[in-house]
């Protein structure tokens, strides 16, 4: 799931919900390590179109999804495409305003308790391919493997929510774009307590937004290194994908809402 703006929040109950290389002595080893990492993420940014990405400031989209065969969340989101600041309008009528590390809520909001988890997990999920150069994430090439090119990232202390959050990249080695990834979320537990309950988001169904590739559904996993992904958890479609511009004051959390 970043600042939750780099990582991702915590699942809840059915909810579901990679270390920089540059830990060897000798400094020929490390600049390897450090060659390899730029390499993986270069190719998934080129793959992604990140330079066309950002150079649109918001992106939009529809997000239905459901966990269990039970609806979790329908609404649409309004984000930066630097992620900076966003707005989730929720079917039911209600708005999250994300500014930054703050996320505002009215207090007559119907349901609170995942509002945070909300707030930065799902934005995260879409933006997840232009995030792997973001300060305080690590991405070390752990190479290929089958059909896929795969990378572990981390994040540095004190980076975010939960740093010790961990995502395992598997990109498509004839295309580069991401297929899934398989995480940890901390967040109220301690790593070892979320390793032995890792997830998977399965990206597919590519569409060409603009000249840009998005995937338009996800797929939720449980997941384990050997069997990778395992027993379907969870899905979700996202549609009505276009880049937004809208004036900056849009961001902006009415009077009344409260910081979270």
């Not at 997941?223 to 549609?239: D, M, N, P, V």
Request: aromatic residues 14%; glycine residues 6%.
């Amino acid at each position: 799931m970043a600042t939750l703006k780099y990582i991702l929040y915590s699942f809840a109950g059915v909810l579901l919900m990679i270390s920089c290389g540059e830990k060897k002595d000798t400094k020929g080893t490390s600049e390897k390590v450090e060659h390899k990492r730029n390499n993986f993420v270069e190719e998934v940014e080129n793959a992604h179109k990140k330079e066309k990405f950002l150079n649109n400031d918001v992106i939009s989209f529809d997000l239905d999804l459901s966990f269990g065969g039970q609806p979790r969340l329908n609404g649409k989101f309004i984000t930066k495409t630097n992620s900076q600041d966003a707005v989730i309008i929720y079917n039911t009528g209600d708005t999250l305003y994300i500014n930054d590390d703050d996320v505002f809520a009215s207090s007559l909001f119907k349901e609170q308790k995942s509002l945070r988890f909300d707030a930065y997990t799902w934005t995260y999920f879409f933006l997840l391919p232009y995030k792997l150069s973001d300060q305080g994430a690590m991405v070390d090439d752990l190479g290929l493997k089958n059909e896929h090119k795969k990378a572990k990232l981390t994040f540095g202390k004190d980076v975010g929510d939960a740093p010790d959050d961990w995502y395992m990249l598997h990109i498509d080695k004839q295309n580069n774009l991401l297929d899934y990834v398989a995480y940890i979320v901390t967040a109220n537990k301690t790593k070892e307590e979320a390793e032995e309950d890792p997830h998977a988001i399965r990206y597919f169904a590519y569409e060409q937004i603009d000249g840009i590739q998005i995937a338009s559904q996800w797929e939720f996993y449980e997941w384990s290194e050997g069997k990778e992904l395992s027993k379907k958890i969870g899905e979700a479609q996202i549609k009505n994908i276009s880049f937004a511009p809208v004036d900056e004051t849009f961001f902006t959390p009415p009077k009344g809402y409260v910081s979270i």
